[in-house]
């Protein structure tokens, strides 16, 4: 089991920090997923850890130690583009891997790359985006690597296949291996990962285990008889996140005690208040969007 | 070993054995097609139909075929000793047309060696000498240059997108650097090989060479070998901290490097000719391919093959070859996805 420690992680290309201090602590044999809006940093974050990319300042450690050529036997990692030779054959690509890495499986290479129907005689350049990525995944599973990267692992992949490479790392992390993943598919993050992380503009807005964040999480929602209403001090509870306010409306993101605020709003003068539940798509966009997010989070409950 | 750029070499290997098997092809075709011009027959089907031509053929002890052409009309008598796949020894006696001074010139495994005495010109002709290793290293250098040329940005185009895989190996980067580069040295040296051994058989189709290592050939096998290693280490230098554009400095290496060989030659007459001069000698000091002659022409206007100064420059090349590579694995080592 591997675990990884990043520390005050940050990097600067010219005047961009594209990740700036960023600390996390991945626990080994887990599933860990890496949330955040286009250009957040996930990528850039992924290569300050493989030695990709050289950090401007701060360290990545694997299991307490620090990167060197032969942690990269233990380490599998899938970009989110194509980085296959286009000139070279599926069989090619499983040849190198072999070549270069001990514990390479040439049969699970094979298993998995005909469940995903790819012909091994067929050179990269003849194939789909979704396939590129399939040849990928399978390398990067026959690797029986402790640590598996995955950026993006499921683009471009028809749902079955995502199923697939979803099941594949549940099971990984089943064996004691670690996965860490990044995908806009929410869903399949909360579906597979135990632990996230959200980071937005190179920072970290957001970490804790999938079922905290849910359960401590709510929308706490007040309608006022009038405009002219006043919180008396709610705002300033330590448990609201966040407050937004539309007309007669309040809408306070809570971190605990719940039920504590929603008493409060009634005694402020509240018509009507509601706690409403929020799954992880939610949590988000509060963390990456939070202007947007309680109107759409509460009208979706409404509709429902 | 980094089994990409084997597969790479592998590749252009093929390609270029396919293009030295059509020549050896071609060479075929050609020795099929000349060879009744070859044999001493068409000689005599030459001259038979002079008139006053009397032709006699005899087989010596030693099995030599023998055709004596004599034509007393015209004074000019041929011997012709036909050894087969050692050669053709041919004497041809006749009036001197013009007062010529003697004249020896050698081109690949034939020799032409003419004299005069009084009003008769002797011309004797051996075509199967030895033939200098300088004419073989000088067709497979052509070929080594070029595909040197095609080797040269190994490191770039790792860069061009497959860095996630080139960076992720198990070994550190020197390592996979000094890797890459002994397997495009192997595709290199391998050409040589290849278009030696096919021009051999070109040769072989057409007579029984008999190679000649000595002396300056043996220079210039060293210098062949050392010289297309060096210009891929060059272009290897120049490329490695490009991405996409290492394509453009290998389209324009050729056409830069005989732009500042032209550039060196030109007559420094005046102030911007003489700068222009310095610039590219200067310049051309960098490209290992200045410092590869061997033939001067003599003052019979007869190409000399001669290497001056050899050792130093032998060596020059050599360094370039290692300054060049290490400075190709240290941009390597700096590089980033």
């Given amino acids: 089991m591997m675990t990884i420690s990043i520390s005050n992680l940050r990097k600067q290309y010219r005047q961009v920090a594209a990740i700036d201090g960023l600390s996390l602590e991945i626990p080994g044999g887990s599933v860990f997923g890496l949330l955040g809006p286009n250009g957040a940093g996930k ?33 599998a990692y899938v970009p989110e583009r194509s980085v296959l030779y286009d000139w070279m054959t599926v069989a090619e690509h499983v040849e190198m891997n072999r070549r270069a890495y001990a514990n390479f499986d040439v049969k699970r290479a094979h298993d998995l790359l005909a469940q995903f129907n790819i012909d091994l005689r067929r050179r ?88 905290d964040l849910k359960t401590d999480r709510k929308i706490v929602e007040g309608i006022f008889p009038d405009v002219s209403y006043t919180l008396d001090g709610i705002a300033n509870d330590p448990s609201v996140a966040r407050v937004d306010r539309t007309e007669r409306i309040v809408r306070l993101l809570v971190t605990s005690h719940a039920d504590d605020i929603a008493a409060r709003l009634t005694r402020a003068g509240a018509m009507g208040v509601r706690e409403v539940d929020l799954n992880l798509e939610d949590i988000f966009l509060y963390a990456v969007a939070p202007a947007t997010a309680t109107a759409d989070i509460v009208a979706k409950e409404s509709s429902s | 070993m980094n089994y990409v750029e084997w597969l790479r ?29 070859m044999s001493p027959d068409a000689w005599i089907s030459h001259f038979e139909n002079h008139p006053g031509v009397q032709i006699s053929q005899s087989t010596l002890p030693d099995g030599t075929k023998r055709t004596v052409i004599d034509n007393r009309a015209e004074q000019t008598h041929v011997v012709i000793d036909d050894h087969g796949y050692h ?18 010139v050698n081109v690949g495994s034939m020799h032409v060696y003419d004299s005069h005495n009084g009003t008769t010109e002797t011309t004797v002709i051996d075509t199967n000498g030895a033939v200098p290793m300088i004419y073989y290293m000088a067709l497979a250098d052509v070929v080594a240059l070029i595909v ?11 860069i061009d997108g497959h860095l996630e895989i080139a960076l992720m190996k ?18 290199i040296l391998a050409t040589s ?63 830069v490097t005989i732009l500042i060989a032209v550039l060196t030659r030109i007559d420094p007459g005046n102030v911007v000719a003489l700068f222009i001069h310095d610039v590219a000698w200067v310049l051309s000091r960098l490209i290992p391919l200045s410092y590869v002659w061997f033939a001067a022409p003599d003052q019979t206007g007869i190409s000399d093959y001669s290497a001056p100064n050899f050792g130093p420059r032998f060596a020059v090349v050599t360094l370039f070859f290692v300054v060049y590579a290490a400075i190709a694995i240290w941009q390597w080592r700096r590089v980033e996805a």
């Fill in chain 1, 43 to 75: 990528t850039t974050t992924f290569k300050c850890m493989l030695g990709l990319a050289r950090p401007t300042s701060g360290m990545v450690l694997y299991d307490g130690r620090p990167l060197v050529p032969a942690t990269y036997e233990k380490i």
């Fill in chain 1, 124 to 211: 990269a350049r003849a194939l789909s985006k979704g396939m590129r990525t399939a040849v990928m995944v399978a390398i990067a599973f026959a690797r029986n690597a402790e640590l598996l990267v995955l950026d993006e692992p499921t683009a471009g992949l028809d749902p079955v296949n995502q199923r697939v490479v979803l099941s594949l790392i549940i099971n990984e992390a089943a064996k004691g291996n670690t996965v860490v993943f990044s995908s806009h598919q929410i869903g399949q993050v909360e579906r597979a990962a135990e632990q996230i992380a959200v980071i937005d503009r190179g920072r970290l807005v957001l970490e804790g285990t999938i079922d």
């Fill in chain 2, 9 to 37: 070499v592998r590749n252009l290997l093929r390609n270029v054995a396919i293009v030295l098997g059509i020549l050896v092809i071609l060479a075929v075709v050609l020795r099929v097609s000349v060879s009744r011009y």
């Fill in chain 2, 87 to 104: 050669g053709k020894h041919i004497v041809i006696t006749e009036p001197t047309k013009n007062a010529k001074e003697d004249k020896h």
């Fill in chain 2, 148 to 158: 040197a040329t095609i080797l040269a940005a190994p490191f770039a185009r790792e």
């Fill in chain 2, 170 to 187: 198990p070994v550190s980067r020197e390592r996979y650097a000094v890797g890459t580069i002994v397997a495009d040295v192997a595709g």
């Fill in chain 2, 193 to 255: 090989v290849l278009t030696i051994v096919a021009f051999y058989i070109c040769q072989l189709l057409f007579e029984s060479p008999r190679l000649d290592f000595s002396g300056i050939n043996a220079q210039a096998i060293a210098m062949g070998v050392a010289c297309p290693l060096a210009w891929y280490a060059m272009l290897c230098g120049a490329t490695t901290w490009l991405n996409r554009a290492y394509g453009a400095v290998l389209g324009f290496a050729w056409p």
